[in-house]
């Protein structure tokens, strides 16, 4: 039966195989920069990143299921690394690093790890679909609805990672950092625009550089 439905509609399987093909490429990247200083830069608190950029690609170009797909990846390749090379605030990322205070780590890390990474597909394809409708499909409008859709997707990461360590881990960051609980706020506050800006604003930048040629090469090779 499915033999018969694949031979009756060829073009939908030659569609379902480049999309799990460029899935696997996305796959691979975020993999691939996870293990380079591009994708998880090593800082002194936090490790900064632009692996949300793959994400948010994917997810406009592939749709939001393998959109939370990438950031799922995304934030298993953060657990991996956080593990294997701790920074001050591993222990948000990784239940394997023990939290302050604590003899042990915490199963929140993986909440914080994957959930807020999951989102950053979901967010983008809903903002880019959204802006797309209303902008048009012409190189302008879709360059706007990709940029626009980029920071979105980058400020779900960083508002939801830092607004749930302050949620989750307020007395274990101000334990690591040698800060009083009061001032825990104002430094993460301080992280979301000294991280969050620039991740934003190199999203906004390379996901219409890269997203627009794939989407152009993408329509000549769906429509053939």
């Not at 999309?19 to 200083?37: G, H, Q, Y």
């Not at 690394?81 to 780590?105: C, D, E, Q, W």
């Not at 040629?213 to 090779?221: I, R, T």
Request: with cysteine; glycine share 8%; proline share 6%.
């Amino acid at each position: 039966m499915n033999q018969h439905r694949n031979q009756a509609n060829p073009g939908s399987s030659r569609n379902a195989i480049r999309e799990m093909t460029l899935l696997s490429l996305f796959t691979a990247i975020i993999i691939l920069m996870a293990c380079t200083p591009i994708g998880l830069i090593d800082l002194p608190l936090i490790k900064a990143t632009i692996l949300h950029v793959p994400v948010i690609i994917g997810a406009i170009l592939l749709g939001p299921k393998k959109g939370i797909f990438l950031g799922a990846v995304f934030g298993i390749t953060s657990v991996v690394k956080n593990t294997m090379v701790p920074s001050l605030l591993a222990f948000a990322f990784s239940p394997l690093i023990p939290v302050p205070g604590a003899s042990r780590g915490s199963l929140w890390a993986l909440v914080i790890s994957m959930v807020p990474r999951m989102l950053i597909g979901l967010v983008a394809w809903v903002v880019y679909a959204l802006l797309s409708r209303l902008l048009g499909k012409k190189l302008h409008g879709r360059t706007i609805s990709m940029a626009v859709a980029a920071v979105a997707g980058a400020i779900t990461n960083t508002a939801l990672v830092m607004g749930l360590i302050y949620l989750l881990f307020q007395d274990a960051y101000a334990l690591a950092n040698n800060l009083p609980v009061a001032q825990v706020s104002a430094a993460i506050m301080a992280v979301v625009a000294g991280n969050g800006i620039p991740e934003a604003i190199a999203a906004a930048v390379l996901v219409p550089a890269v997203g627009l040629p794939l989407q152009k090469v993408l329509s000549k090779g769906f429509s053939s």
